[in-house]
């Protein structure tokens, strides 16, 4: 029996291996893809790397695909790798036999901890044969990793990366300091791990070779648009490919709908500068005017099983920031509604005066495990969609119907619940009167949005069916920005001992890059200078990564590098071509960038990831919308 037994595990050891997906394999394709800038070649050695995997393990494809996008799980469960630092770098002492200080060197010069890695170990003498690592055993132990909390949590995880990084060979070293470190920076964005994905699948369809070139094209640009636009209503990699595998890409959209606890990647409204603007693009359509709330956008999901969650923007969990959210959804539904989705905007609400207070009352609430009792800014949900409703989704429907929907499945309760207030008005008197209205009562605008034809929710898009009309924007730049903090510059007089301006930058999704876009002095109160101080002291870096685009010149280099790791609201007068700042280089102008004339600070989104920042393809629409008073809808995942 003993005998049997060793066999058999022994059989099954070499049927796993013959599944598994070396690691050195993604590594290869890593290689190829960071020596390139051409977003068609990435696609090709992504798209052929995973056509093997979906051929000779497809069970693998779900690791490869996360390890691709550096991430261990969906978004929204939150769970991230993100290794700091100092455990890399004695991890990686540990495993070359260097000394932590020297590596800290090596990091100041090269600045990137993976190439130092790579060649430490390149230097290291080695005994005994290193065992060949699997994609699978990569995934699975980065996964143990970032699960390891509490007392010497430090020394096991250094303990897990070094059973990695002893069997690393070559490029492997580098990559898997990065993805530990969170970020591959190799220039993959996710929209090309999409299609990629989308390629793979149908390249691998056994009928694909009796196709034209022309056949061949179309089916790569259809797989490519469902999987793009799956992925926004169901952001969930293992549902994706595992209904890719079960039923082809083709039918991908039958097998993954909008699904409650999973939260879908929001409609964004398009900028105008002017109320005949609105006018403009409305022409002979039906449209609604609704307040628009300054507070943190809270999409509401509750399961069959009475189970609510909340989401932020971001698909961030806050059930646990608003459990006054949470108490109250049982009590505001109708009779008969079991599950649903709901787009709604929570904004901090006066009880005693019974009005809606500025988004600064907001911010000040706790993020993380409030407690009831200990609430002292009460918030009002005001809700202004429903886009899912007991089993069936609805962002087919036409927006009057949705509305319908949801105001006869919720019930109204004052200062805790009510329905977004809206009015059909059609003409620039009527609405400027509910402008006025509106920003009269602490809103920031309206949301103007089309009613009956082309109002289908649409997850992700920031759409040309919403316009959002800012009431101190009309005669500036139609919008503020959302920009990343790259750097400080050390503060004189009265604000010495911290910063006196930074410098920002915006991001650029296809190039991975932040790109500076301005410096900043003004909109701070002494406080906020502070706080900004003692946060981004924590996030200093030595030297600027290649990730990030600024011109080398005294005036513009700062005193002092940060991660990026935060996002501030920015307003400006306008925009205009740089000679030295370099956001969305290229687009507008051959060779130079664009900058803000006049920024100035807004308040910080904590709500958006530095990735989330404003793009630099926004940028320079919004550029060009200053003379032209024209844009165009744009979505996440679009083309490139
Ligand atoms: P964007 O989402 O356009 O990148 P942003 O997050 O800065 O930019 P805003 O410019 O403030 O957003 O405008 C859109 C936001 O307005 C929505 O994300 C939502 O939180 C909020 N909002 C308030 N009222 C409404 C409403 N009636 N309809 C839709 N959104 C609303």
Request: hydrophobic fraction near 35%; charge should be neutral.
């Amino acid at each position: 029996n003993d005998e049997h037994d060793t066999k058999s595990e022994e059989d099954s050891k070499i049927a796993e291996n013959a599944l598994s997906v070396p690691y050195s394999a993604l590594c290869k394709t890593f290689e190829e893809i960071e020596a390139t800038t051409k977003r068609l070649k990435i696609t090709e050695y992504l798209t052929k790397f995973f056509r093997t995997v979906l051929l000779l393990s497809p069970k693998s494809m779900i690791h490869c695909v996360y390890l691709c996008l550096n991430k261990i799980c969906p978004e929204y469960e939150g769970k991230e790798l993100g290794i700091g630092e100092s455990i890399l770098m004695k991890a990686v002492a540990n495993a070359t036999g260097r000394s932590v200080a020297n590596i800290k060197n090596d990091c100041a010069e090269i600045g990137d901890l993976g190439s130092v890695a790579e060649a430490s170990k390149k230097k290291q003498m080695t005994f005994g044969i290193a065992k060949s690592l699997s994609v699978q055993k990569v995934f699975s132990t980065l996964k143990e990793i970032s699960a390891i909390v509490g007392s010497s949590s430090q020394a096991k995880k250094i303990e897990k990366i070094n059973s990695l990084l002893v069997n690393c060979k070559g490029s492997e070293t580098k990559f898997l300091i990065r993805s530990l470190e969170g970020k591959l920076r190799i220039g993959l964005a996710e929209k090309t791990v999409l299609i990629a994905i989308a390629h793979a699948s149908v390249l691998s369809d056994p009928e694909c070779k009796t196709w034209s070139k022309d056949k061949v094209e179309k089916e790569l640009e259809l797989g490519a648009a469902i999987i793009k636009q799956v992925y926004c209503e169901l952001p969930n990699y293992d549902k994706i490919i595992n209904a890719i595998a079960d039923y082809g890409i083709k039918s991908l959209h039958d097998h993954c709908k909008l699904t409650p606890g999973i939260p879908l990647k929001p409609m964004l409204a398009h900028p105008t500068k002017s109320l005949t603007e609105v006018l403009d693009r409305f022409e002979n359509i039906q449209f609604t005017c609704e307040y628009k709330y300054d507070g943190e956008r809270a999409q509401v999901h509750r399961l069959e099983d009475g189970t609510v969650t909340i989401y932020s923007r971001n698909s961030e969990n806050l059930s646990a920031k608003y459990p006054d959210i949470m108490a109250l959804i049982p009590e505001v539904i109708a009779p008969g509604v079991t599950s649903f989705v709901l787009d709604c905007e929570a904004v901090a609400w006066d009880i005693k005066k019974k009005c809606i207070l500025p988004f600064q009352v907001l911010s000040t609430r706790k993020r993380k495990d409030v407690a009831i009792e200990d609430i002292q800014v009460s918030v009002c949900l005001f809700a202004f969609d429903i886009l899912y409703l007991n089993g069936q989704p609805l962002i087919t429907d036409t927006l009057r119907n949705r509305r319908e929907k949801l105001k006869s499945s919720f019930v109204e309760k004052e200062g805790k619940f009510a329905f977004a207030k809206s009015q059909e008005a059609s003409s620039v008197d009527a609405i400027q009167t509910f402008l006025d209205e509106s920003v009269t009562g602490n809103c920031e605008g309206l949301m103007v949005k089309t009613m009956d034809e082309g109002s289908s929710y649409e997850p992700s898009v920031r759409s040309r069916n919403w316009l959002k009309v800012k009431k101190d924007y009309i005669n500036g730049i139609g919008d503020s920005l959302d920009l990343v903090v790259m750097g400080g510059y050390i503060g004189r007089g009265k604000r010495t001992g911290g910063y006196g301006g930074y410098l920002l930058a915006c991001y650029d999704d296809d190039t991975e890059e932040y790109q500076s876009i301005c410096k900043i002095g003004t909109g701070f109160t002494e406080e906020q200078l502070k706080q900004h101080t003692d946060f981004l002291d924590q996030h200093k870096m030595d030297t600027p990564p290649s990730y990030y685009k600024y011109s080398d010149t005294p005036n513009i280099r700062p005193d002092v590098w940060f991660k990026p790791v935060q996002v501030w609201e920015v307003k400006a007068a306008d925009l205009s071509i740089s000679p030295v700042h370099l956001a969305g280089r290229g687009l507008v102008d051959p060779s130079k960038g664009i900058s803000l004339r006049f920024p100035r600070f807004i308040r910080i989104r904590d709500d958006k990831s530095p990735e989330q920042a404003t793009n630099a393809e926004q940028v320079a629409v919004m550029y060009r919308a200053q003379n032209l008073n024209s844009a165009s809808g744009s979505n996440q995942f679009e083309d490139d």
